[in-house]
């Protein structure tokens, strides 16, 4: 079985400060994982993937995120926020089904002036 | 078309109605998935679709729930009788591929289910 765990629900920045969102998960096979970024009232959009190829995986939007299989971890980073990139983020995992995404909770992020 | 579409984009209904969802995918995607995004419960998976076929059905949450879907495109989901715990975001996806180096869900922009 597969999960995902976000820590923090609720993140505050300031715009230009270091975006750090982060993201635990549980999986019983090599996972597939994945950060989505959720605008107010739109769908979700991909903003990077880990398929292990590489353990440090660059996104849109200057985001990136770094698997550690050690830590179980997928944390979400961006050098410098924008107000921009005020939105609700998900991260989610595919594990053994190959098709079912199981995502956390969320985290929404804001960015101060 | 150029990405996922979904109508309608809200849905308000009587508790007791049945109500319909459509999702139209990207054209050439072969696998649809639905999920329910609800304030208590975060997203969650509900059915997927490979062509014509629901190999997974398992996250509909009850039988008043069915999915179908046609010609290997467009999907509808119903939802009978509903309820007010109903009222979620139901979200439809898209992906080329189940090889999971390729298996990229397209998301759409959501319908927003109010059961009053």
């Known amino acids: 079985a597969q999960s995902v765990t976000q820590l923090g629900s609720h993140v505050s920045v300031s715009e230009g400060a270091l975006v750090l969102l982060r993201c635990n998960y549980s999986?019983?096979?090599?996972?597939?994982l994945f950060w989505y970024v959720q605008y107010p009232n739109q769908g979700l959009q991909l903003l990077l993937k880990?398929?292990?190829?590489?353990?440090l995986v660059k996104g849109i939007n200057g985001f990136e995120a770094e698997f550690k299989k050690s830590e179980t971890s997928f944390h979400l980073t961006k050098p410098s926020a924008h107000m921009s990139d005020a939105a609700e983020y998900f991260c989610a995992v595919l594990g053994g089904s190959n098709y079912k995404l199981t995502f956390g909770k969320g985290t929404l992020l804001t960015v101060n002036p | 078309g150029a990405g996922v579409s979904q109508s309608p984009s809200n849905k308000v209904t009587e508790k007791g109605k049945d109500v319909e969802l459509r999702c139209d995918p990207i054209s050439g995607h072969t696998a649809l998935y639905w999920y329910r995004q609800s304030l208590g419960q975060g997203l969650e998976f509900l059915i997927y679709f490979q062509g014509n076929s629901a190999p997974d059905k398992s996250g509909l949450p009850s039988d008043r729930f069915s999915a179908e879907r046609t010609g290997g495109s467009v999907s509808t989901l119903t939802i009978q009788r509903t309820q007010q715990e109903d009222s979620a975001v139901y979200l439809c996806?898209?992906?080329?591929?189940?090889?999971?180096?390729?298996?990229?869900?397209?998301f759409g922009p959501g319908t927003r289910l109010t059961v009053l």
């Open positions: 999986s019983s096979v090599p996972p597939y």
């Open positions: 880990y398929t292990s190829a590489a353990t």
């Open positions: 996806a898209s992906s080329l591929f189940l090889n999971p180096s390729y298996n990229e869900q397209f």
